[in-house]
């Protein structure tokens, strides 16, 4: 998988202005977590850790009220709720790296 990095062009934004864009790192944090590196994914950014962990929780939930007969129901937000918290991250992650970089000189991944 780690081809892919070699093969992905440069973000275009962070190319041309130095200012990261809210999807800067997906592809490394998918990369790591692909490799097992759950706290190395969730340092690149932490939607793709989110993201699993969500899909993870449904499928479970689904699985467990099919094979129960629908006696057991595990309970789970609702999906407004879910992509609101998506959102959230994607800003605080965007917002905290930028400023890192402008303020502090620091670069994540």
């Given at each position: 998988?780690?081809?892919?990095?070699d093969i992905m062009p440069p973000c275009i934004l962070h190319s041309f202005t130095g200012l990261y864009c809210p999807g800067c790192g997906g592809?490394?944090?998918?990369?790591?977590?692909?490799?097992?590196?759950?706290?190395?994914?969730?340092?690149?950014h932490p939607l793709i850790v989110y993201t699993v962990v969500c899909f993870v929780w449904y499928f479970t939930k689904r699985a467990t009220k099919a094979i129960s007969g629908g006696k057991v129901n595990i309970p789970i937000l609702k999906q407004t709720t879910l992509i609101s918290i998506a959102a959230i991250i994607v800003i605080v992650n965007w917002l905290l790296r930028n400023i890192l970089q402008l303020g502090w000189g620091i670069t994540i991944g």
């Open positions: 998988m780690d081809f892919i990095l592809t490394r944090a998918f990369v790591a977590l692909s490799h097992g590196q759950i706290f190395k994914s969730f340092y690149y």
